[in-house]
């Protein structure tokens, strides 16, 4: 989701300051008095800085039961300072296909092993009596269907716990 940077928006991160404020808060949510300690300003001035950054709608109050207030970023800052590179597309992308190759891996072992049953029943009929041929069992398969599946269930435990 773009976000529109609004006339508001733009004025608000006009200042280095604020710029800097916005900055520290995507590491973290802090105090106005631990901002002001990192950027060397008075508490009074960041606070002036952070009802500004409030009301362009990219700073919120977290709510909280003690007594101080901390900062952080709303989802429209977030989106602005923290880029999103769209990561649950690449670990669904590769969730799917590990499933689908270890489903693929899955069924071929099992065709190898009825192929090799086969030949060696075909032999017991004939004239030569040989040991029977198994084929080895190969893992793999079970290995790609649980890595996609753990993939999936990280992206629904992310979804979730936002």
Do not use: C
């Not at 529109?4 to 604020?18: H, N, P, S, Y």
């Not at 101080?68 to 989802?75: G, K």
């Not at 071929?108 to 069992?137: C, Q, W, Y």
């Not at 893992?139 to 269907?145: D, F």
Request: avoid cysteine; glycine fraction near 4%; hydrophobic fraction near 45%.
């Amino acid at each position: 989701m773009s976000e529109v940077l609004d006339r508001k928006t733009i004025k608000a991160l006009g200042a280095d300051a604020r710029q800097d404020i916005m900055k520290l808060l995507t590491k973290r949510p802090h105090t106005a008095s631990e901002i002001a300690k990192a950027t060397g300003k008075h508490v009074t001035t960041i606070t002036e800085h952070l009802t500004v950054l409030e009301q362009s709608d990219l700073v919120r109050k977290k709510d909280n039961t003690n007594k101080w207030v901390y900062y952080t970023l709303t989802d429209k800052g977030e989106h602005l300072f923290k880029p999103q590179f769209y990561s649950w597309v690449v670990v669904f992308s590769l969730s799917v296909v590990f499933i689908f190759v270890g489903m693929l891996r899955m069924f071929n072992t099992n065709t190898l092993a009825v192929a090799m049953a086969e030949k060696s029943s075909d032999t017991l009929l004939g004239a030569s009596v040989t040991a029977p041929m198994v084929a080895p069992i190969d893992y793999t398969g079970y290995l790609l269907i649980v890595l996609g599946l753990i993939g999936i269930a990280y992206l629904v435990y992310r979804k979730y716990k936002k």
